[in-house]
Nanobody
Framework: QVQLVESGGGLVQPGGSLRLSCAASGRIFSIYGMAWYRQAPGKQRELVATIASGGSTNYADSVKGRFTISRDNAKNTVYLQMNSLKPEDTAVYYC???????????????WGQGTQVTVSS
C-alpha cells in the first residue's frame, strides 16, 4: 500500500514561516502530479498548490507570492514553503499524489492524513 506522510505543521505567529513535507512510500511505479490542500474548520477542503512531474506549478490566489510548492522526485517528496503566514491560513493541510502502482494500470490518487497549521499571536 502507498502511504503519504505529512510533517512540519505547528503553531506560528502571523508573518512567520513553516515548511511542510510529504513523503510517499510503498510500491510506486511513477508519481505524476502532487498537490497540497487545506481544510479549515467549517469549510470545504480547498486546493492550495499543485506541481506537475515536469515542475509546472499552480497556486490558489490566496497564497500566491507567499507559498512555494516544490518536489524532490528522488525522495518521492513534495514540499510547501509557507511564508508571511496569516491567521486565515490556519487549517489542516493535506498532501495528495497522483501515481501509478504499475506501468500498465491507471493512475490513483492518494491522500495523507494531514498536518495542523495554526497561525496565531
Amino acid at each position: 500500500q502507498v502511504q503519504l506522510v505529512e510533517s512540519g505543521g505547528g503553531l506560528v505567529q502571523p508573518g512567520g514561516s513553516l515548511r511542510l513535507s510529504c513523503a510517499a512510500s510503498g510500491r510506486i511505479f511513477s508519481i505524476y502530479g502532487m498537490a497540497w490542500y487545506r481544510q479549515a474548520p467549517g469549510k470545504q477542503r480547498e486546493l492550495v498548490a499543485t506541481i506537475a512531474s515536469g515542475g509546472s506549478t499552480n497556486y490558489a490566489d490566496s497564497v500566491k507570492g507567499r507559498f512555494t510548492i516544490s518536489r524532490d522526485n528522488a525522495k518521492n517528496t513534495v514540499y510547501l514553503q509557507m511564508n508571511s503566514l496569516k491567521p486565515e491560513d490556519t487549517a489542516v493541510y493535506y498532501c495528495n499524489a497522483q501515481l501509478k502502482i504499475n506501468g500498465a494500470g491507471p493512475t490513483y490518487y492518494y491522500w495523507g492524513q494531514g498536518t495542523q497549521v495554526t497561525v496565531s499571536s
